[in-house]
């Protein structure tokens, strides 16, 4: 098995239209979230330049103009992560900055130990380079997972998760006829103090989590529904539909009777790029999830 190393990484990156122009010092502060002590070292080294000049942090630049960022070992220390097999990966989108591909259930997004492989571990070997997760699937659900490609992007990223920039939407079939076309779940969900592996809805400790659930097709007494989530708890999907009388089908943990695969899949992912604003939407597939859907009869 081999070990992945950073690298010394050199970036330009092109303004894109629809962005306002701004200061050197603003667009690596408040646009690109670079820590501090980074800009520090890019000043210093002038490692930074606009179209390929020396600039000041007072530079203004604007859509068109090409600015060149290098960041060495002393910015973003070497990072080794074990490396996992390529050839399981399935690519849905990638980028010199991100990478999106379809993770299969049973197979966790990142692993626990260090010698310990994961979709995390298959997707660095498969670009060739450390990659970092942006957000998890449990290991039972499939779908679309993204991964930063560098330390540099990662945080932007991870903005864009917070403040909800990134929408992701699961196909979830659950127990029972679902009551209504659309609804909002926003029950508060905390760690189970019985079984430290589950969750559950806690008015008075519990996090603030939304779901939007939307009803697809009925199958008797299953329902497809589409969910979207509006925060990221763990197991959120699974624990608002249990609560509410409609456990996910397979589901080990919430379902009094789980059979066959949790079915619960990342069907979509949907944001603006953060460095072109373009408008990246990526749906994936999944064989094993629709191989059920088609033995159910519609009602």
């Known amino acids: 098995m081999a070990f992945c190393y950073n690298k010394c990484m050199k970036f330009t990156l092109t303004i894109p239209d629809g962005l306002p122009a701004m200061t050197v010092k603003e667009l690596l502060e408040e646009q690109f ?30 859509s068109g103009d090409d600015i060149c960022l290098i960041f060495d070992e002393e910015d973003y ?3 080794t992560i074990l490396f996992g097999n390529g050839e399981l990966v399935e690519e849905l989108y990638q980028d010199q900055h ?13 692993a626990n ?23 998890r699937l449990d290991k039972e659900t499939s779908g679309a997972v993204l991964f930063a ?37 926003k029950d508060k969900i905390g760690r ?36 979207q989530l509006k925060t990221g708890r763990t197991h959120q999907i699974r624990v608002h539909l249990a609560h509410h009388g409609h456990p996910l089908i397979g589901d080990p943990l919430y379902h009094p009777q789980p059979k066959g695969r949790l079915m619960l899949h990342a069907h979509r992912l949907i944001f603006t790029h953060p460095f072109t604003l373009e408008k990246i939407t990526v749906e994936a597939c999944s064989d094993n999830f629709e191989k059920v859907l088609s033995s159910l009869n519609p009602r």
């Open 33 to 62: 979230l670079i820590p501090r002590k980074i800009r520090h070292f890019l000043r210093t080294k002038k490692h930074v330049s606009v179209n390929g000049l020396a600039i000041n942090w007072q530079t203004v630049v604007k």
């Open 113 to 135: 130990e260090p010698t310990e492989l994961a979709l995390l571990n298959h997707v660095s070997a498969y670009v060739g380079e450390t990659c970092y997760v942006v957000h």
């Open 77 to 79: 220390p070497q990072k």
């Open 149 to 185: 490609k560098n330390p540099f992007v990662l945080p932007i990223l991870n903005r864009l998760l917070e403040k909800r920039e990134i929408s992701r939407e699961y196909w979830a079939l659950v127990q029972g006829k679902f009551p209504s076309k659309k609804l909002i779940y």
């Open 98 to 110: 991100l990478i999106i591909v379809n993770k299969p259930e049973g197979m966790k997004t990142h």
């Open 192 to 227: 189970d103090r019985h079984d430290r592996r589950k969750r559950l809805v806690d008015p008075r400790k519990g996090l603030y989590a939304e779901t939007h659930v939307t009803r697809v097709k009925q199958f008797g007494q299953a329902a497809l529904v589409k969910c």
